[in-house]
């Protein structure tokens, strides 16, 4: 009400095999954190996201999808010579990504485009093209 926060907000729900870091990784906890973002900032436009420390993140796919929020995967999360996988399995970031995004689609939820993504964070449009790298070039 103050206007300290300019929405869209971005709200990360943390969560870790490997550590003590709030809240377990389980399926009521992603609920218990939706519903106090939805009491704290009621009719706040926010886009949120859960990652986990562990192979629990894939316990967390199905449950955050269901709530209307994101997953976030990748090796810098998912480190299973840190905390071996029970399933023995080492996927890569391009393994994980492919894996949640099935999970998604199986739900009916689709993939956001970059431009799409891009507009649920309240950034603008990116139509220039990537900026290219000066090169200093000393005149002889």
């Not at 399995?89 to 949640?100: D, H, K, S």
Request: negative net charge; glycine residues 10%.
């Amino acid at each position: 009400d103050l206007g300290w926060l300019e929405p869209p907000l971005l709200m990360k729900f943390f969560f870790s095999d490997a550590g003590l870091y709030g809240f377990p990784p389980n399926a009521r906890c992603v609920e218990m954190f939706v519903r106090t973002m939805e009491m704290v900032f009621p009719g706040v436009p926010i886009v949120w996201f859960t990652m986990c420390y562990g192979h629990s993140i894939w316990d967390l796919v199905k449950p955050t999808i269901e709530l209307g929020g994101n997953v976030r995967v990748g090796l810098g999360q998912y480190h299973p010579w840190y905390w071996p996988d029970p399933t023995g399995e080492e996927p890569t970031n391009a393994e994980q990504v492919t894996r949640v995004a099935g999970i998604a689609r199986s739900m009916g939820r689709e993939l956001a485009t970059p431009a799409e993504a891009r507009a649920a964070f309240g950034l603008p449009a990116w139509d220039a093209p990537a900026p290219q790298p000066a090169l200093a070039v000393e005149a002889r």
